[in-house]
């Protein structure tokens, strides 16, 4: 690959030279004249030639640093591309766009609004799919817990039915997964249905739900919930809650501590879940985000719960940060803003 610079200089340089050269010839001729002497001639012909060996370095620096500058827009742009999130599909800003540039940022906004109706018709596609799995996997499972019942005396008939029914669970449990993905694209999330949560409320709630699966692995399950209210989607909030808490204790080893904490920060609410699993390195930090990525592979699970923490996040305004636990371990914190209401003091009743 050759820089334009360089090849926009070897295609300058040349007739550059060659036109000096035909300058100085001139010079030269017009000043011939007969009465001068062979050594005065001499003399100025290489005062011609060393004026050349000079003007040519600096007219190649020129041409690179003014080459350089017209390419600033190039690099802007760049720059604007490479610091966008994975999922920020939205038109690059024309207004400052040299003449030159116009035709391709016009082909790349063309391109990127294209790539934005088909992720839009995707999401659609896997939220109208999830909810027509659910009702009949919910009834699958009910058929199976009846069967189960009606055979439990029998050892091997009861064994293949909880198979069954685990395998059920975990086919619910992905479609759940993927409708929330679904409703939760910041792209598609309504702010109008933010509304005044009790978010410590909604925690102790989720957090009976993971009572047994925390029992199974002997993990102390512990919290602390202070009053924290917060501007949110009730749903929403308890699919993120719920993510968080259901991955503390899939990474978390037996005999674990997963400890789950709601309290009012100084910017605003803030719901974190400490868990005592093998920790995640900093430079994958920023990927476990990402939709399918997954840090350990005989973990059972889809790739897809910190994903849907994040875009819920991205739907209230909230930041995560992901630190190391002071024993061992990490520490997700999801940080809520009060950006319509104010102070918490300041927030309505719920």
Not at 89 to 98: C, I, K, M, T, Y
Request: hydrophobic fraction near 45%; charged fraction near 20%.
């Amino acid at each position: 690959m050759t820089s334009i610079r360089v090849r926009l200089l070897k295609w300058l340089l040349l007739p550059l030279l060659v036109v000096n050269l035909a300058g100085a010839g001139l010079v030269y001729w017009l000043a011939w004249s007969p009465a001068r002497t062979a050594v005065d001639q001499a003399r100025i012909l290489m005062d011609m030639v060393w004026l050349e060996a000079v003007l040519v370095p600096v007219l190649a620096v020129v041409i690179w640093l003014a080459l350089g500058r017209g390419l600033l827009p190039l690099k802007k742009m760049t720059a604007d591309l490479e610091t966008r999130s994975d999922d920020d599909l939205s038109a690059l800003d024309q207004r400052h766009v040299p003449l030159e540039l116009s035709p391709v940022v016009t082909a790349i906004n063309r391109l990127l609004d294209k790539v934005q109706q088909d992720a839009k018709a995707q999401q659609n596609f896997l939220a109208n799919m999830a909810h027509q799995l659910r009702t009949p996997l919910a009834g699958f499972r009910t058929q199976l817990e009846w069967l189960l019942q009606k055979h439990i005396g029998e050892e091997e008939s009861a064994h293949s039915i909880a198979l069954m029914t685990s395998s059920t669970e975990r086919m619910i449990r992905q479609t759940n997964q993927l409708l929330t993905l679904a409703r939760a694209e910041p792209a598609k999330f309504e702010k109008e249905r933010l509304r005044v949560v009790e978010l410590n409320r909604l925690v102790e709630e989720s957090i009976q739900h993971f009572v047994e699966q925390a029992h199974r692995k002997n993990i102390d399950l512990g919290f602390n919930l202070q009053p924290t209210r917060v501007m949110g989607d009730h749903f929403l909030l308890r699919d993120l809650i719920d993510n968080l808490i259901d991955n503390a204790i899939r990474y978390s080893p037996q005999d674990g501590k997963v400890t789950v904490s709601s309290l009012h920060g100084k910017d605003g609410g803030i719901f974190s879940v400490e868990d005592s699993g093998p920790g995640i390195a900093p430079s994958e930090q920023e990927l476990i985000f990402n939709r399918f990525r997954r840090l350990d592979d005989s973990v059972a699970g889809n790739g897809l719960g910190l994903a849907i923490v994040r875009d819920i996040a991205k739907d209230h305004g909230a930041r995560i940060t992901v630190e190391p636990a002071a024993a061992g371990g990490t520490v997700f914190s999801v940080h809520f803003p009060f950006p319509i209401l104010g102070a918490p003091s300041r927030l309505p009743p719920g």
